[in-house]
């Protein structure tokens, strides 16, 4: 068996092809790594190479039965489990898993392998993973189990101890640049988003270079006028405003939005040493190297401040001051 259009975690697929060839796959294995590396994509292409009706030298053809309904999402042997939003607080609920299991005690409707598919696991309650102990432990034959998870250490230890682990890395920016231009991607664009992605495909995929732009230039506009205290605060609740749900702050993401302008500055800086192509902003007012590093560290001063709990606007509005003298000296 091979695995086919995982993009960059070639241990992974190593591992996986080595147990099969082996005759030696677990019935439930835990998919560890950061969202947006091709957690779910591997499972998926797992699920299809298990199934396929024509795999072509062990690797699944796309094109039959199997395949299609997988890659459309509807296959009847592909269970998959999520929590319901994205929010921290949404669980996997004990009913909807409960259902699940219920399905393995029959044969896999295709004749070949079920897979429950458990997306984001840390996100499974108490009783539902209590539920989902004995079927890990023993599940019917036939069914394979798959959890995904950021980090092994925010599962129940008992869970863990039941699942052998997989474990994948954040991607290259050339392959996560390479993979949107594949998209269709202009290749500015491409290689902006994969800067900014932090190693998540999906990441990149979610980010809007509109956007980002626009988000910047009115970083930019903001930066180069007088500083006014109230106008300053003014302009660091707006910021702030556009990550704040119902719920809570969401402050990785607005950390996530000021890595577009400590880029401007690493830009800045590697472009005064010579390195344009290194450079994933169009060329910007020209600071010196100091003045360069100075804005980078400040940027990246208040997103540790941030995700310290320190009040967001008064954060923004420290940096904001900081920046202005830096380029003032
Ligand atoms: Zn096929």
Redesign the pocket.
Known sequence: MRLSGVIGQPRAVAQLEAEAAAGRLAHAYMFVGPAGVGRGTLAQALF?ALN????AEGM?????G??RRALAGGHEDLIVLAPPSQAASSQIKVEALREAIRATVFAPFGGGWRMILIRRAEHLNPASANALLKTLEEPPPKNILVLTVQDAQELLPTLVSRCRKVSLRPLAAELIAAELERRGEEPDAARLKAGLAAGSLGRALELDAEQMRAGLSAWLGHLSGQGQALEDWAFAEEQVGAFRGAAALDREGLCRALDLLALHFRDQAVRTAGREELALLPAGVGLDLEAACAGFGGVRRAQGEILANAAPELALVVMIERLRQGAEN
């Open positions: 299809m396929c009706e024509r795999p699944a053809c796309g094109a039959c199997s395949c």
